[in-house]
């Protein structure tokens, strides 16, 4: 799959291309359908439909007068001709602007965004020169989105993977139900932030409030302020060297650093007590175990 | 026994100096409490309610006679064509009004899985992912498939929202609504977990909120993210467990979906604490006819459309759930069955391998299904052949539709979905009552003065 290029892949018709990308991992008939499909088969992040596009070839767009969907159709169109930096002016707190992008793209949006801010994308570099409203960037698969400013609550929920970063400070819940990539807030972060997370880094240069980590699967949360209190299942752990070192580079990256050091975060983990409980009754027990 | 013998009289098989028998306190509920003394939890279980309930056996149809004129049972055309979200772009049009709901893998196997969405497409109607993601065989071998947004969002990724023919929000479900979905750490595998990001076998308890919105406001600027990620193609349906439908319907109305799905109390799990399943929701003949209330005291009636699921066994139910209100139907608990879900079958010991007698198996949550259908062990999932599963997921729904069709004809209709309360009559005071129809025999409905202005 992972020999196919893109070139290859626009020659195909849909049918080929869907067995081209693995959606197609068996013949129809038989037995032949215990094949498995692959879990760990290498996700593409572009898919065919998603254009190719030239960083170099710029554009603006006026979004002032324009509705959320004329600013995101204008979007696709002019990824469609390849422009690959897309500055968008006077956003003026729309809703669900710049969602659903799923290539590269240097997006760079100057002024503020409402609810749902480029939410659910793969693949592109965000820029925000302003606010950013609630749940901001979420379901996010890939890509780099950077906020200059506040962002509101549920920033990055179930994110999956990228680089989402706040310079300034967040509402409550960040990074609920998060399942990988790293969250960075400048500032501080509300209540339960980290709720029920499952993978990947949240990195809170200030204060954290009550609840942090609150019933969380797994991953972990650095806290460079004080924690207003600890969530269920969350516990505090030794701060390593290796993750000194993650810390210090991935704070630099984004111009976050404290000029003191990463030696004063707190790390949190998950206490892991609640990964199982006793589901089995005796006789399924007797019968399973 | 000799010739002439007068025959020996039998000795009474009952105690005659007992009192009685406890009502409240009968030896299934003694039992009961005395494993959760000794377990100190809640006890937890796969299918659906045990508890009798106001259902669709207390419904019956008025077909016609003289005052209505029949529709040839076996000749004449009755249409069974079905659309879901007639606003979208691409609304999702079904050849039968009967689909499958989601159901995730994990909670089932991959065999069970495909089987359904190839029974699915044959019968020309669709499937839904369930929670957990999308699982690409699934997809393929749907014609019409529905992506769900779930509150845990797992494996959520949107590259496979924009293959889907629809969007289905699960704001609930009816046999334990208000609380989040179960997978017990039997089911949670490397491939499941690695699927959920989560780690590998843990008793896996999904959120009960959705992460990034809270309430119908919010809901509403999700809907529209959604309706933007996807181009404003595909319907986007809310489901909502049964609970306080006309208000909660009314909200989601003015959330602006293209169609509300409501799950009655009657319907099923693959893992729940018994007594959630038991003690919450409300019966569906109830829930349909306020959710259509509902939909039309707003005007929207034809422009959203109302999906209904919960213990739906037969064509009669199916044309009872359409006749009092609903667009669709979606099915769950009778499509496993169709898998073979509590079946007899040559390769399975229900008694020793999972401690009850088929037809009495509720241990979904155990991951040890005997049949292969609720599990992902490679041994057990052999037992279910998929070409065979998929031929019964077929003919079942086919039946579904024949059966309904059969109602709709004898009361004198040619489009299933012209069905309506009027051709209902309740057989107990209290269907009467929720289902909005009159008692039988009488032009009585229960909680209602003038049954002329109902």
């Given amino acids: 799959m992972a020999s196919v290029t893109d070139e290859e892949l626009k020659q195909m018709t849909q049918e080929e291309r869907v067995t081209a990308l693995g959606m197609r991992t068996e013949a129809l008939t038989g037995k032949s359908l215990y094949v498995e499909f692959d879990p760990d088969a290498e996700e593409r992040f572009t898919y065919p439909w998603a254009p190719d596009v030239d960083f170099n070839k710029r554009t603006e767009l006026d979004t002032d007068k324009m509705t959320t969907t004329e600013v995101n159709s204008s979007i696709r169109e002019l990824m469609r001709e390849g422009y690959g930096t897309i500055v968008l002016k006077n956003p003026r707190g729309k809703h669900s602007l710049g969602v659903g992008i799923l290539s590269r ?45 506040n962002a509101g609550s549920t920033f990055g929920a179930a994110i999956r993977g990228g680089d989402l970063v706040c310079k300034g400070s967040v509402g409550s819940r960040t990074g609920i139900d998060m399942k990988g990539g790293t969250i960075i807030v400048g500032g501080d972060t509300g209540a339960l932030s980290g709720f029920m997370m499952q993978r990947g880094r949240m990195v809170v240069c200030g204060n954290a409030g009550k609840n942090l980590g609150d019933s969380m699967y797994d991953g972990t949360i650095f806290v460079g302020g004080e924690i207003k209190s600890l969530g269920v299942d969350a516990v505090t752990a030794e701060l390593t060297d290796l993750d000194k070192a993650w810390l210090t580079r991935k704070l630099k990256q984004y111009g976050l650093l404290p000029d003191k050091g990463v030696d004063h975060f707190t790390k949190v983990v998950a206490g892991k007590q609640l990964w199982n409980y006793d589901n089995l009754e005796p006789n399924e027990k007797k019968l399973i175990l | 026994m000799a010739d002439g013998d007068l025959p020996q009289k039998k000795p009474l098989n009952r105690d005659v100096n007992r009192i009685g028998d406890s009502f409240i306190f009968p030896p299934r509920v003694m039992d009961d409490i005395h494993i959760k003394s000794e377990l100190g939890r809640y006890r937890m279980r796969g299918f659906s309610l045990f508890k009798k309930i106001p259902h669709w056996d207390d419904l019956t149809f008025l077909p016609g006679t003289l005052t209505r004129f029949v529709i040839e049972g076996y000749r004449e055309k009755c249409e069974t064509k079905t659309v879901i979200g007639p606003r979208a772009k691409k609304p999702l049009e079904l050849d039968i009004p009967v689909y499958i709901t989601g159901m995730s893998f994990g909670a089932l196997s991959y065999e069970a ?32 498939w529905f992506y769900q947004c779930i509150q845990s969002r797992y494996g959520f990724n949107p590259n496979h929202l924009v293959l889907a023919d629809g969007c289905e929000f699960f704001i609930g479900q009816g046999c334990k609504v208000g609380l989040g979905g179960h997978l017990m750490g039997q089911k949670v595998t490397d491939q499941v977990a690695e699927m959920r990001s989560l780690p590998a076998g843990i008793d896996q308890r999904s959120p009960a909120r959705h992460p990034d919105w809270l309430g119908p406001d919010d809901l509403a600027l999700k809907i529209q993210e959604i309706r933007e990620a996807t181009d404003w ?32 109390m009657e319907g099923g799990t693959g893992a729940g604490p018994h007594l959630a399943t038991e003690d919450t929701g409300v019966p569906g003949m109830a829930a349909i006819r306020q959710a259509r209330k509902a939909i039309d005291d707003l005007g929207k009636r034809g422009e959203i459309s109302l999906v209904y699921a919960g213990g739906i066994r037969n064509g009669a139910d199916v044309a009872k759930a359409i006749a009092l209100g609903a667009d669709a139907i979606a099915i769950g608990h009778s499509a496993m069955m169709a898998l073979n879900c509590n079946k007899d079958i040559p390769e399975a010991n229900y008694p020793e391998e999972i401690g009850a007698e088929p037809g009495y198996c509720y241990h979904c949550h155990t991951g040890r299904c005997p049949v292969g259908v609720a599990t992902q062990d490679p041994k057990l999932r052999e037992r279910l052949d998929p070409d065979e599963a998929a031929e019964r997921v077929y003919n079942f729904l086919h039946t579904l539709t024949i059966e309904a069709q059969l109602f709709a004809r004898a009361c004198g209709k040619t489009y299933l979905h012209s069905l309506e309360p009027e051709d209902l009559a309740a057989l107990t005071m209290e269907a009467s009552a929720m289902a909005g129809v009159p008692l039988a025999g009488t032009n009585h409905t229960v909680g209602v003065e003038d049954y002329h202005h109902l």
């Avoid at chain 1, 994308?121 to 890939?142: F, K, T």
């Fill in chain 2, 113 to 144: 899985k495909t089987a359904l969405a190839r029974g699915a497409t044959m019968a020309g109607t669709a499937t839904c992912s369930g929670e957990g993601g999308m699982i690409p065989d699934e997809r393929r071998f749907s014609s019409k």
């Fill in chain 1, 105 to 149: 793209l240097n997006l760079i949006i100057e002024g503020s965004t409402g609810y749902f801010g480029v939410g659910l994308i793969d693949g592109p570099n965000v820029r925000i020169s302003g606010r950013v409203g609630w749940s901001c960037a979420e379901n996010m698969m890939s890509g780099t989105v950077v906020i200059e400013k």
């Fill in chain 2, 233 to 264: 193609q595909i319907p986007i349906q809310l489901k909502l467990g049964a609970a306080r439908v006309y208000d909660d319907v009314r909200m989601a109305v003015k959330c602006d979906p293209d169609s509300i799905y409501i799950d009655g």
